[in-house]
């Protein structure tokens, strides 16, 4: 029988472990294969067959202390013979029923957890496959975003070979202004008339400044005059006034004296033995007292007559005052038209000025066409050698041409270089006259503002104009000094001048007309020119446009690079750190095989004594299974049969603990695994809103760079237009500037004959 229940346990152990190993491996395995490492696995089984073991020794010693429990009492209840219980078939029916049962609940229980751990693997395989389907896409986004960085770059690169190219052209243009040198002499002279004029407008200002600051002085000093004169009328004024004041309070004190005398005699005259001293003062009192009066108004018709006087002088004070200030405005609107004047010629100048530049536009126009025609010169020159290489005499001859060329292009090249020097000095020159007329455009405008603001600040405006006539007098001095350099040149000129004047006088006339439609045509030119800085100024805010956006692009991408290296970061953290754990709970794996390697060692000792144990038990069973078999025949006592199913509820009840610790550990393996699905989930849709992200942002710099293209060609076709209308402006008064030379050579000559 003790050999029968040992099979028993040990089948129902084996059955347990299994159905117990086929949940907890199908549970485990994805957990094991997805997050742990084969040889993690490999651990995980070890420990798990060393906890079976001890369980089926701690069975096994159970069942055979009852199984001892059970022969003691079956002798102690041996001649108890009188109660008769169930058969032994009975018993064995019945427990045979409990384990059917049992089998059954813990079949169904296995394949609860088999059909949850498929579908738990089945929903990992479906998750992975997302994932990997999601990785690929977005892989290929991504090189799709890199192959059109590439073209964008491709792109970039084009753009500055473009503009190397014209940077190159604008070189070689700068080089062949120094071919046309010969004709910046002729702006020299049309500058040194220009310095003449200059002067000549300098000096005329500083006349007018001369004038003006002389009215002011006279006007200042008869204002001055004028103030004291009414300052000093107000003293007196006010001196009488005080007086008269004081005069007044005297009348009332001795008018209020006379009262009380008055009443005094009047108290006086019931005595009437002094009733006539007292009319004799009576009398003197009145009579001086109409003295007074008489004398007060003699003086306050005195003070009335001085005070009129004084308001007249003040009237007439007044009156001049305002001739003067009269004067002084009609003075000072002189002045503004003299100045106005002034602005006008300054103007002119400048309008001559900006002619001239439209000249030497011309002239590189020109150049540029020189240039044009040395390449088609080179260009022969290469076709001619290639084909005359066979012979030794043109060859020589070339070369002997090539060396007077080369003599010829350095004697062009120094020529070039002084003419250069030249043309800088000429700039230097224009730009000193430039800058001579705005400060006098910048004093002009100053006067113009001090005029407005003199009435209010008198004082302050003599002084600056002091400061400015002493700075004026300074330049004067330089253009003095000037003017001497340029007088033995000016000296040749005046004989001729002096010959001239009686044709100048004649060809006025036709002058004036002419200056009339230069007039016109320097408007347009104007006019044109304003286009151009309009288009320039577009182009230029076109291209600060591009510039912005680039950088905040660029700034866009470092902070998407820093995000992603932050990301990189705290995921390395977290690697780092589950390597960590990992390495700790290795180690307390290890050391918990350790132990339970120990322990399997005290319990393979305890179960060897166990083991001897038995052999003695099942010899001492032998020689009882008769008297048992008669015992259970006979008598199977409730007793035995209570501490049996007490037993079989023991057992159960670890065994439900133990199942019920298997679930709670398969639970927390399912929360892991949807936890970690969840994860995967965000980090996917991360992904994908990152890739949406990057789509956008590769468009929106498509179109950035398709508008961009789109401005680029508007502003080359205005450009062309620009240049176009430029060419026939420039074409046209070339005409026109031929056609006037023409009618005046025609008209010197027809003068100049006889």
């Known amino acids: 029988m003790y050999d029968n229940l040992r099979g028993e346990v040990r089948k129902k152990l084996h059955e347990e472990h299994g159905g117990d190993s086929s949940s907890q491996s199908s549970s485990s395995c994805s957990n094991s294969e997805s997050y742990f490492s084969p040889e993690e696995v490999t651990a ?190 107000q003293q007196e004024v006010d001196r009488l006034n005080a007086e008269r004041h004081e005069l007044e309070q005297k009348l009332l004190h001795e008018t209020k004296k006379g009262t009380e005398q008055v009443k005094v005699l009047a108290e006086k005259t019931h005595f009437p033995h002094v009733n006539s001293p007292l009319h004799q003062e009576v009398d003197r009192s009145r009579t001086e007292r109409n003295e007074l ?38 003075k000072s609107h002189e002045a503004f038209d003299r100045v106005k004047d002034l602005t006008e010629r300054t103007n002119y100048l400048q309008q001559e000025l900006e002619a001239l530049r439209n000249q030497k536009a011309e002239l590189e126009l020109e150049v540029s066409e020189c240039h044009v025609r040395i390449e088609n010169m080179k260009e022969e020159l290469t076709s001619t050698t290639l084909s005359e290489k066979g012979l030794k005499s043109e060859v020589k001859s070339l070369a002997k041409e090539k060396c007077d060329m080369e003599e010829k292009i350095m004697d062009m090249n120094q020529e070039a270089y002084h ?119 577009n182009f230029h805010n076109t291209e600060k446009k591009l510039e912005e956006m680039m950088e905040e692009l660029h700034k866009k991408f470092e902070d998407s690079l820093r995000i992603f290296s932050r990301r990189i970061r705290v995921a390395e953290q977290l690697h780092i750190e589950n390597k960590e754990w990992y390495q700790k709970t290795r180690n307390s794996y290890e050391k918990e095989n350790k132990d339970l390697k120990e322990k399997n060692a005290r319990h393979e000792m305890g179960l060897r004594g166990i083991n001897d144990i038995s052999l003695t038990a099942s010899d001492m069973l032998g020689s009882l299974d008769g008297v048992a078999l008669k015992f259970e025949e006979c008598t199977a006592h409730f007793l035995n049969r209570i501490s049996k199913v007490s037993c079989e509820l023991q057992f159960v009840k670890d065994w439900v603990m133990r199942k019920n610790k298997a679930m709670a550990h398969v639970k927390d393996d399912f929360d892991c695994l949807l936890a970690q699905c969840d994860e995967k989930e965000a980090e996917i849709l991360k992904y994908r809103e990152k890739v949406w992200k990057s789509e956008n942002k590769v468009r929106e710099l498509e179109k950035f760079i398709k508008d961009g ?44 004959a006889p």
Not at 185 to 202: R, V
Not at 510 to 520: E, I, S
């Open 293 to 330: 009066e008489q004398k007060l108004l003699h003086e306050t018709k005195k003070r009335s007559e001085k005070v009129k006087d004084l308001a007249e002088k003040t009237h007439f004070s007044e009156l001049q005052k305002s001739e003067l200030e009269l004067s002084f405005e009609k």
């Open 419 to 537: 003419s250069e020097l030249q043309k800088e000095k000429l700039n230097d020159k224009i730009m000193e006259l430039e800058t001579k007329l705005l400060g006098k455009e910048a004093e002009v405008g100053i006067l113009q503002k001090k005029h407005e603001a003199y009435m209010n600040d008198m004082s302050t405006q003599s002084s600056t104009l002091i400061a400015r006539i002493s700075s004026i007098q300074k330049q004067l001095q330089i253009a003095e000094t000037e003017k001497q350099e340029f007088y033995q040149s000016l000296m040749q000129t005046e004989k001729k001048n002096t010959e001239l004047t009686i044709k100048i006088a004649e060809h006025e006339k036709t002058l004036r007309g002419m200056q009339d439609v230069l007039n016109k045509s320097k408007e347009e030119q104007k006019q044109m020119q304003i286009q151009l800085e309009d288009s320039k100024s």
């Open 709 to 752: 293209e789109e401005t680029m060609l508007v502003l080359k076709e205005e450009k062309r237009e620009a240049i176009r209308q430029l060419c026939v402006w420039i074409d046209y008064h070339r005409s026109r500037s031929d056609y006037y030379k023409r009618i005046l050579l025609t008209e010197f000559g027809r003068r100049s």
């Open 44 to 233: 995980k089984s070890s420990s798990s067959c060393s906890n079976c073991e001890p369980l089926e020794d701690a069975i096994l010693k159970d069942k055979i202390v009852t199984s001892n429990i059970e022969v003691k009492e079956s002798v102690e209840n041996f001649d108890v013979e009188h109660q008769n219980f169930q058969t032994p078939m009975a018993y064995s029916r019945g427990s045979e029923s409990g384990e059917f049962f049992k089998d059954l609940r813990i079949d169904q229980g296995e394949e609860k957890l088999i059909t949850e751990s498929e579908w738990s693997n089945e929903k990992l395989k479906e998750k992975e496959d997302e994932i990997l389907y999601l990785t690929d896409e977005f892989e290929l986004r991504e090189k799709e975003r890199l192959y059109q960085i590439k073209g964008l770059e491709d792109q970039v690169a084009s753009k500055k070979v473009e503009l190397d190219n014209l940077c190159v052209q604008k070189r070689e243009l700068e080089e062949q202004l120094v071919c046309k040198s010969k004709e910046l002499k002729q702006m020299d002279e049309i500058n040194l008339s220009l310095e003449a004029t200059l002067l000549e407008k300098d000096d005329q200002f500083s006349h007018l400044l001369k004038e003006f600051d002389e009215n002011q002085l006279n006007s200042t000093s008869r204002i001055d005059d004028l103030m004291a004169n009414s300052s000093s009328l």
